[in-house]
């Protein structure tokens, strides 16, 4: 039988949208095509639970997909809080059908295929879900012990994919019609090539020159392995974006190392410092986290101080909470109240918008290339900048995803920047 449909519902870090792509692809080889929840015949749900309310979300949606389920339906989830969870999801949710493990997708595929009762014919090469960006994974896991991250627990130690294998997938997915490629890893400065051909450096030069990429991103980096090498790299090129995604966690010495970060603020700022001493222009994004255990008024204001000194283009603030296993929910005391650290979570984001649109008005004047990523929800074409803002296109009905387009700015808010087509050097998708 064909005309099978399938539908992911993403909610998590990179990792995950690459993952869910992963699984994509799979299904999209197998001769399925993916479409809405409402129309489809699967849905899949890949999960996080690094934080308690992304945890809370997955429960939530589960709950909803009761109304959808039919006979004729099914209903999987993977990510991580399967590897939490395991097969109790399906004792607390007897409408689900499947629980999924971490990249083990051909069990799976080939379950739908005898329940649907049809053979898959020849699968496509590729699959050809990539899209304007397309994500390939370089790490697999990661080797640090944070004792608030669940992440060694549930996606395991670090596995290191062969510099040649990232190497061809970008080239295929630029093949595809990829205009960006963005490699990731929970920690992606850690990367080594497991036959001996260098680190991220490396593997970032090999990739940068591929025929066609036009762009080319890295995430997330770890202040504790990040080189001053991959800077120089990024500063002397023509391809990679000049974004860097840099968690500090706290501004606060004893916190981090209460949180054994392997760094301390100096060593933060130092490399801050050299980003924007070879690239001013960089776009600088962090992780906050408010209310660790042990986190005083004093050490609180520390992260404020340092959030309010590097003025950071993008926060992404979370307020702690416990997860199940890690060295903080077992061995550190949650002694921060609930409403002390919500106040600072406001505190800060407050804090954190005001910053970004001083930095975002900083453009208004400049012209900017901007990758089309699709239509925002007034018709407008929208994109990325180089250094990762958004920009939305005000007029430019002729104007595709994929294309690479200039803007002059003429406005800007905390979040992005809008402005008109420049006539010069725009280059549309192929």
């Known amino acids: 039988m064909r005309g099978r449909s399938f539908h992911i519902w993403t909610i998590g870090c990179q990792m995950n949208s690459a993952d869910s792509e992963s699984l994509a692809r799979r299904l999209l080889a197998a001769g399925y095509t993916e479409d809405t929840l409402e129309r489809a015949d699967v849905a899949i749900l890949n999960t996080c639970v690094v934080r308690q309310a992304s945890e809370d979300r997955i429960y939530s949606k589960?709950?909803?997909?009761?109304?959808?389920?039919?006979p004729e339906r099914t209903i999987a989830v993977t990510g991580c809080v399967v590897a939490k969870e395991g097969e109790g999801l399906r004792q607390r949710f007897p409408h689900l059908d499947a629980v999924v493990p971490i990249g083990d997708y051909e069990p799976f595929v080939a379950a739908l295929?005898?329940?649907?009762?049809?053979?898959?014919?020849?699968?496509?090469?590729?699959?050809?879900?990539?899209?304007?960006?397309?994500?390939?994974?370089?790490?697999?896991?990661?080797d640090h012990n944070c004792t608030f991250c669940i992440v060694p627990r549930v996606r395991g130690r670090e596995k290191h994919v062969p510099q040649g294998a990232v190497v061809a997938e970008c080239r295929t997915a630029v093949a595809d019609g990829a205009r960006e490629v963005?490699?990731?890893?929970?920690?992606?400065?850690?990367?080594h090539d497991p036959d001996g051909r260098g680190g991220l450096a490396v593997l970032v030069r090999e990739a940068e020159r591929i025929p066609g990429l036009r762009r080319l991103r890295f995430m997330t980096s770890h202040p504790q392995d990040l080189e001053p090498e991959l800077l120089e790299v990024m500063?002397?090129?023509?391809?990679?974006?000049?974004?860097l995604?840099?968690?500090v966690q706290s501004g606060d010495d004893v916190v981090l190392k209460r949180m054994a970060r392997g760094y301390q603020t100096r060593h933060y700022r130092a490399i801050v410092e050299t980003a924007r001493r070879l690239m001013p222009d960089i776009g600088l994004a962090t992780d906050v986290i408010v209310g660790f255990p042990g986190e005083t008024e004093a050490a609180y204001m520390n992260t404020r101080a340092l959030v309010e000194e590097i003025e950071f283009d993008?926060?992404?603030i979370a307020m702690y909470s416990p997860r199940p296993g890690t060295f903080a929910a077992t061995r550190m005391v949650d002694d921060v109240p609930h409403q002390e650290k919500l106040r600072r979570l406001n505190d800060l984001?407050?804090?954190?918008?005001e910053i970004a649109a001083r930095k975002t008005a900083r453009w208004v004047g400049r012209e900017v290339e901007v990758l089309i990523e699709g239509r925002d929800e007034l018709g407008r074409p929208f994109g990325r900048i180089r250094q990762g803002k958004r920009g939305v296109v005000v007029r430019g009905n002729e104007i595709k995803a994929g294309d690479l387009v200039n803007m002059r700015v003429m406005q800007s808010?905390?979040?992005?920047?809008?402005?008109?087509?420049?006539?010069?050097?725009?280059?549309?998708a192929a």
């Open 314 to 316: 993008v926060v992404h």
């Open 413 to 428: 808010s905390a979040g992005q920047l809008l402005g008109m087509l420049s006539p010069t050097n725009s280059e549309p």
């Open 245 to 247: 995604q840099l968690p």
């Open 235 to 243: 500063a002397g090129s023509d391809v990679v974006c000049r974004e």
């Open 182 to 191: 963005v490699l990731l890893g929970q920690n992606v400065d850690d990367y």
């Open 349 to 353: 984001l407050a804090l954190s918008r």
């Open 113 to 142: 295929e005898s329940r649907y009762d049809y053979s898959q014919g020849e699968p496509l090469p590729h699959a050809g879900r990539t899209g304007v960006s397309h994500y390939v994974r370089v790490i697999q896991g990661c």
């Open 62 to 70: 589960l709950h909803e997909l009761k109304e959808w389920k039919t």
